[in-house]
Each structure stands twice: as C-alpha cells, then as structure tokens.
C-alpha cells in the first residue's frame, strides 16, 4: 500500500449509452488497492447512466477524486488536485457551448474516499467547487445522488458505515457485469478494521471489520473468470481476518475461502492483501501448502521490529509472533517470499529501537517493502504522544532501512537468473512486441515478442534482474 498515485484502472465494456448520449467520467485514484477497486466498481455503477471512463479530465462531465487519508501528504495532494480541478470547471462553465452548437452542462466534482469520510464538511468549505463528497460504505448510491446534484449541490452522504448495503446493491445482479480490463482482478472480501494501531487512520474512515458472504464472493469471481481473468486479489484492511458467512451460514474462514475459489475453473492464482501477523492462522498457513493456486508471496506489515514501539503501536503482537509466523509459512512453502510495511520515526522510538527494526529485516529477508516515515494524523492516540521524533532523523532512518530494503529486493531479483517461472501476461511493454507480466511471486518480468501471450501463464527463462524487475525469455507457450 503506498500513497502514490494509481492510474486510473477503469475502462468502459461496451455497454450501450441511454439516448442521452456518452458522457465522461473521469476517476483519480490514490491510496490503497481497496480505493481501486472502489474505483472500479464506482465506474461500474454510473455505467449504466451513460457514463464512459476517459483519462483525461478536460473531456469529463464528471470527475471523482477517490482519496486516502492514511498520510498527510495523500491527504494534501486532494486539495492541490481540487484546485486544478476548478479551474478546469470554470473554463467549461465559460465556453459552455461546443462547436456543434449543444450546449455543454457543467463539471461535477465528487470527492470520495478516506479524505470524503475524515473531512467531508472541511472539503466543501476548501473547495467549494465540489459537488458532492461521497464516504467509502455510500458508492452505489451515486446515480441517485447525481440526480439529486442537478438540483441542488453540496451533498455529503456516507458518514455511517453499512458496507452491506453498498456490497448488495452493487452486486452483478443488480448493475450488471463488472467492467474487467486484463487477467487479473481485485476483489474485496473484508472491509474495515478493528486493531485501532495507534499511528493510523484505518479504523476511523473505514469503520468496523465486516466481510461479505462466500455466496457473493464466489459470484463476483465466477463472473470475472469467466470473463477472462486468470488471478484474483482478495482485498480487505486486514483480510485474513476474513469471517463472512459460509453456505451454512456459520462464518467462513480465508483459507476456506480460498478453497472454494480455487475450484473455478480459469482461475489460476489466488493472492489475498493485507494481513495482519495475529490473523495469521494455521488453517490459512495450512492452505498455501495445499493450493497450487495460492501464490508463494505474502504481504505481512511488521511496522518495527522494536517490542517497545510494537507496543506504543498497540499492534498487540511482539517482533517474535512476527518471525515465527513467517517460519511457519516457509516451512510450508519453503520459496515464500515476503513483503512488509515499516514506519521509521514513530513517537519515542531511539536509535536503539531502530536498529531493531534493522536487525528483524535482517531475519526475514524481504522480497519487497514500503517504508514511511511517521506522520502525525488529526484524532489517532500516536499525535498526541511524547517524543515526537524530528524529521531529519526520521529521514535519516527511512534511508538506512530503505538502503537495506532495496539491496535485498535486488538480490532476491537477481537470485532468480536461469530459473523458470511461470508468468502471467498482462499488458504490452513500452518496446514493440513486449510483453510485461507477473512472477508468482509478484515480480514484473519483461519478455520481446510476446505480444499474443496476453491473459496467458506461461514459462519463461529469467535472464537477469533488477531492484524492480526480471527480463527472460519464453521457453514453452504452455496452451492456458
Ligand atoms: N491494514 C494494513 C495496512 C494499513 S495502511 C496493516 O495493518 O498493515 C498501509 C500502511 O501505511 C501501514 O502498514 C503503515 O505502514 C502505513 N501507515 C499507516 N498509518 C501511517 C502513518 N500515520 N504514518 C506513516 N505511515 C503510516
Ligand atoms: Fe491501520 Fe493497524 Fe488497522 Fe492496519 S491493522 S488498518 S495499520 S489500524
Ligand atoms: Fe488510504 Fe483509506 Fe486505503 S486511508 S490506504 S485509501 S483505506
């Protein structure tokens, strides 16, 4: 999870416009993969309305900016967007009739998201050419809400959470196909968290931990595999404390639900993202020995490797829990590569804790990370703590551990030289002919001449690799 930019991943499916004619939706996504496929299924929704995704939001009759609060430059960045955003409404507003002589209607601005469900009435008051600030649990409720903005503006809805409305109202049932583009898909299967770590936001702009029932889930997935998608993503902020109801009602497990997906057929490869070490149980570690399909890569954010800071964290696990999860996950799966989350900087924590978290990465031997620097967030326990660390000793420490942390994802890339890994094809390299896909174990791996491998698995030959891919070669075209 970073606070980066996301492309906007939307792409219109053919579905027929009403007589009103095509009209343009533009969705900028920042944040977490549950805000992309929020993304998604927010262009899912207004689909049916007429409204087709374009990239660029000069062209559009509608803007969303779907936004993260989880540090306070995502935050920041929706207000320096906004006002860009404004200036492009304006100048519509100004040339409202086209060269055809039809009259343009104005830009609609919404601003959804974490930022929509911490600030809701700040934006408005910032930027008060927004339209309308739409909360996480609130998305299918968009066509109604747009109506409603012809009348009259400054709508904010979606303050409470009720994930299952949004879920049920959202189903494929209801709105029709999800617009998939590609062969791997996000699916989100658990909303919300209950660990109320004392740094993050989660717990406040996304509610309480809920799951949606396996029925809906193996749905969405049956849907998306038929439509040719090879790897799905479970998505949740803390999904492997997956519990939805099971087909007797009582609650399901992931790893059980893992075992009821990995009998569609199509479906390949099965990730799930993020988990938390105390939610790690054996039956889902169990799993990944039993199911090909699970993929040999798993995302467990440690956040330091300092007891003390664990605790001052509230994470409610110690640096061992953590370590001897990952044991037990490699000794199901001894080639399990692993990724995690740091925060350097974090109230009270000394050169001494540090160079704890050093010595835990040292132990685990990551494949990937992301590491931030500790930012202070309006209302979390952690801001208003003693001994604020000052930023350029937090600087220091994010470039010793990201130093550490890119040497070992360069030669966990480079170890993979003569090996063979199956790769699954998901778009064209900026090269003729190139084709970029994934490792199972997550790595982008570029071959030439493999254009027509596109949605397929199959073996390629790793040449050489980098801090962030591997290049090969094909050696078979499996027919998959
Ligand atoms: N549910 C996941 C991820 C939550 S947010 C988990 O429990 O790990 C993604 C990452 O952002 C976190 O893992 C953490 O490393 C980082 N993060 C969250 N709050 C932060 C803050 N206030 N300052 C810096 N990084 C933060
Ligand atoms: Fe945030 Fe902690 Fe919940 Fe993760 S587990 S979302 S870091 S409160
Ligand atoms: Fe950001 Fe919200 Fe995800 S705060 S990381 S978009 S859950």
């Given at each position: 999870m970073t606070e980066t930019l996301v492309p906007p991943a939307i792409d219109g499916d053919g579905v027929a416009p009403p007589e009103t004619g095509t009209r343009h939706l533009f969705i900028k996504t920042y944040g977490c993969q549950m805000n992309v496929y929020d993304s998604e299924r927010m262009a899912d929704v207004l689909r049916p309305l007429g409204y087709a995704t374009t990239d660029s939001p000069e062209d559009a009759d509608f803007v969303i900016l779907n936004t993260c609060h989880i540090r306070e430059k995502a935050a920041e960045k929706v207000y320096s967007e906004l006002g860009k955003l404004r200036e492009l409404k304006d100048a519509r507003a100004r040339n409202s009739t086209t060269a055809t002589g039809n009259s343009k209607t104005p830009m609609i601005i919404a601003v959804a998201g974490c930022v929509a469900q911490a600030e809701g009435e700040e934006i408005m008051r910032r930027q008060p050419a927004v339209d309308l600030v739409v909360g996480p649990q609130a998305y299918h409720q968009l066509p109604e809400l747009l109506t409603r903005t012809a009348r009259a503006r400054g709508e904010r809805i979606g303050a409470d959470f009720a994930p299952n409305a949004k879920f049920d109202a959202m189903s494929s049932e209801r709105i029709g196909p999800r617009g998939v583009k590609g062969p791997t898909a996000f699916l989100t299967v658990q909303e919300g968290c209950?660990?109320?770590?004392?740094?993050?936001v989660v717990p406040y702009t996304r509610g309480a931990e809920w799951s949606r029932p396996v029925a809906d889930i193996l749905i969405e997935a049956r849907a998306l595999a038929e439509r040719g998608v090879r790897e799905i993503t479970l998505l949740g902020q803390n999904v492997n404390a997956y519990n939805g109801a099971g087909p007797d009602g009582a609650p399901s497990t992931l790893a059980r639900l893992a075992h009821a997906l990995a009998e569609i057929p199509g479906l390949d490869r099965l990730r799930y993202t993020t988990s938390h070490p105390n939610d790690m149980s054996e039956d889902l570690i169990a799993a990944h020995g039993e199911l090909d399909v699970l993929m040999p890569y798993l995302h467990l954010?440690?956040?330091?490797?300092s007891d003390r800071i664990l605790r001052l964290m509230n994470r409610k696990h110690g640096q061992k829990t953590y370590l001897d999860v990952i044991d037990r996950m490699r000794r199901v799966r001894p080639d399990m590569a692993i990724s995690g989350d740091f925060i350097v900087g974090f109230p009270g924590e000394t050169d001494r804790d540090f160079a704890d978290t050093l010595n835990l990465v040292r132990q685990v031997n990551y494949a990937s990370a992301f590491s931030f620097m500790y930012s202070p967030r309006p209302g979390t326990p952690a801001a208003a703590m003693a001994g604020q660390v000052p930023e350029a000793v937090a600087r220091e420490r994010l470039h010793a551990l990201q130093a550490l942390l890119f040497e070992q994802q360069t030669a966990f890339n480079t170890s993979q030289t003569g090996k063979t890994l199956p790769v699954l094809f998901e778009r064209k390299g900026r090269n003729p002919g190139q084709a970029i896909g994934r490792s199972p174990y997550l790595q982008s791996v570029h071959v030439e001449n493999g254009e027509h491998l596109l949605g397929r698995i199959v073996a390629v030959e790793i040449e050489s690799g980098t801090q962030n891919s591997l290049a090969g070669r094909l050696v078979e075209q499996k027919a998959a």
């Open positions: 209950d660990k109320f770590c004392t740094f993050c954010p440690v956040q330091s490797g």
